[in-house]
């Protein structure tokens, strides 16, 4: 391996801008970081350069430890977004300058710069000021200088973010040939998708100072894992869906969306990815060759050269409609579908504004999000307005791109009431507001076939840290795969809050924290946030409440095994204790299930 | 070339008319008082004008307005330059306090700064006092005199060098520690080389403020014949005595060595730009 880098960590003024990063960089690779801006790529950049001290975490370049080395001796080239070029030199007095520095002979350097003049195609420059070369030039004379003194390792932080459009192509694939040529393991920082496309032989993806997904173009456009990197690589509809015997369904029938469905075994929601390109448009359902999604209105169409955008609004289904006085089409997600087709599609069949289309899907990919949805249960509209909009849950759906549907329940929670109103939990994850009464509805929806319930305080603020409790074997998976989506969403300091049979002895003590890391690696290693273990032992519950009413700003994400008491005194000691917080309480499920679809 | 250089479009309208305006200021307020001096001293016969010129006491006094200007243009051009670099590159409580101040010598009158200096250094001032159990008298020597100019000189070479400094993007320095530079070599090959220009613009206006600098000097150099006479205070002795003519002739020497040493620097700054500039053709 070539740059190895190990859980590193950066922090501004306490809060992580690059968040427990573990990368491998192959020899003579060329891995592209991609991120919006303020996602930390261009800071990991300077670490592995050197010119940012890391808080944690190591980086080796070659099998060597540099994390505490100097920039000079980690041997490493770094072209600048802004060129960096010395404007008081020439373009040799440039190139030259880590020869020069480094006492090399003057017939030394004049060869080598001659023979990296000649690789940038800029032969003959020598004697130029670097203000008198235009953008793209300059940027080559950069390119050029790095490698002078044969760094192993080439960064690059977002090289051609100050060009226009036709030099980027040709430098890109200047740069593409020269790290080719030279075989040289490259890293190169961007936040253009484009750009990662045609560079990459692997692209990472960060955000919020995560690196969430890592792998080959193709493989992170077809197969993305988490939502972040669905929709910010190329354009993608979010869509929640139904997995069936023979595929994945997105139109559920209103009654069973609502809840009042068959009692036996309420549906699996899924979140899926459609790609505008695998859209398919027909005039009605029988011309659809792939498979039928549903009709909607063509709302806009836009031309665009090669191929033809347009977007076509679909009804919204699922259990929306029960809110009242809201009008169904003000829900966005899914409501919208982003098409885009090519000149042969177009000439099939034409499109207008306003015309009604059949709807079909030649691919999807279903994520294995543990999260798909959100289903707020209240009492009435005002409730369900003070859970809707409190930051936390807003955050969260808009985040996720999910939606938020409301169904009212009227309090008290009885059972009479129940068997006529609801008949099982709603599809996604149910959201109540905590208080008296509280526990009675988680206990009767955890029942009733919800996987995952959200119980919190109307107004509720982003947290500051998230305690995670698994608990139970058959549950751990379920609880670090949610506890990590909320984290991909809302950052925040975990601990893992575990246990140990009071009789241990230490070989299951040691054997226990070795889970702990593993579970660390496997579940949050992606999403990664600081993650601190805490193991206690004895009476956990009690520990665990005592800590949390010592700790404010805190989210509790409880894991609640098959075996567990799902009594309601039990989860009212959580759900309605003196401290008001965030609970979320994941039962357990297949993890793995999901994902294949 | 030559027509287009008069002919620049610009956004103050009338080439003419401020081309005139400027000529009619340079002359009335510069020119003019200076042919005046030149005349006055022209009155002087050859040997009499000699012997101002070469009296003693005149040449003690050259030696040390020169000397002391040069001596505190060099103090302020490093400890400027540092003190710019502190307030372009550090962020501290305080920040623009600090950059406010600077421009006091500016603003306070010379002879207030003269005063407030000679009351710190004499020998029963508190600095004075602890200096003299060292040794070292400032007050009522050569020293004062270079103190006194520093502190006169010192915003001219703070201000011209700290948006130079600015311009010298933090990236550059990122760029040669990447290449391999150590520190002293990346400020010699690189942060050195962009502000230079800047800090011998402000060493030229420092030195040039230094040699005419009078008010805040009189107080702190006890102003003895020979040893901490100013030419300026020379000056004002001999108009005083009555003298017009020495004066003058004094003022005439002055006025040509300034403007020599003014040129000469010009001249090797503009070289400077040039040989770049060629470098590139």
Redesign the interface.
Known sequence: MSIVLDQVTKRYQGSPVVNDVSLDVGEGEFLVLLGPSGSGKSTLLRAIAGLTEVDHGTISLHGRDVTHVSVRERQVGFVFQHYALFRHMSVADNIEFALRVRHVKASERRARRRELLRLVALEGMDDRLPTQLSGGQQQRIAVARALAHRPKVLLMDEPFGALDAKIREELRRTIREVQRELRMTTILVTHDQEEAFALADRIGVMNQGRLLECGRPDDLYMRPATRFVATFLGAANLLLGYPTPRGVRFTLPAAEAAGAGSPVEPPREVVAILRPEEVELAAGEERIEASYVGHGHVEDVLFGGAVEKLRVRMPVHGPVAASPGRDPGEDEFGSLLEVSRTIPEQREFPVAPGQRVAVGARRIHVLPTPVSSFTIVAADEAAAQRLRESALLATLASRMHTRVSVIFVPRPWSEAHERRELRRAPPGMPVIEAGPGSAAAAEWLLRHGALQLLCMPPGQSLPRRVVIQPSGEDVRDATMAVAASLLRHVPAEATLFGSQPLESPGAERAGYLQLLTDLRHAALGQSASSVRPEVVTGDVESQLLHQLDALPDTMLVLGMSAADDLGRERLARFLEGPVARPVLIVRPFDVHAVAGH | MARSRFRQPSILPGFGLTLGFTTFFLSVLVLLPLAALVLRAGSLSLPQFMDVLLDPRSVASYRLSFGAALLAGGVNAVFGFIVAWTLVRYDFPGRRLVDAMIDLPFALPTAVSGIALAAVFAPTGWLGQKLATTGVQVAYTWVGVVVALTLIGLPFVVRSVQPALIEV?R??E?????????PW?TFH??IL??VLPALVTGFTMAFARGLGEYGSVVFISGNLPLKTEITPLLIVIKLEQFDYDGAAALGFIMLVTSFLMLFAINVVQGWGRRR?VA???
Do not use: V, Y
Not at chain 2, 174 to 182: C, F, N, V
């Open positions: 993007q990236e550059l990122d760029a040669a520690e990447t290449l391999g530079a150590r070599q090959r690189i080389p962009a770049q470098a590139s053709n």
